[in-house]
């Protein structure tokens, strides 16, 4: 497969539209929970049956910035690809292995540049 191969097309928009629906519960899921926590006390954090609502907020909070992140990181690879330079890391501008990006079609750096990106200064 090369980069302007129609089939990375694909796989681009089969990934954004299951985040893009991962987003829309996480989203809906979150709206239930503001009017849950409406018609409740402030002070959940005792209750034994269960997840604290401030607890269930925090993760569908953090869930819901990790898809649109990755909505973000989706719609970038979808413009390197228009633009050609998909398939290459956006730092050093090396090819990055086809089963990378199978993987994580939406990469946009090799392992050595991503490692670099994550360790500490």
Known sequence: MTSSDPNWRQLLADERAYAQSRADELRDSLDALIRKRQNESDDDEHDPEGDSLSSQWSMLTGLLESSKRQLREIDEASA????????????????IPEGQLMARPFRAHCVECAKTRESPA
């Open 80 to 95: 390197r690809l228009a633009e050609g330079a998909y398939g290459f890391c956006s730092s050093c501008g090396e090819p």
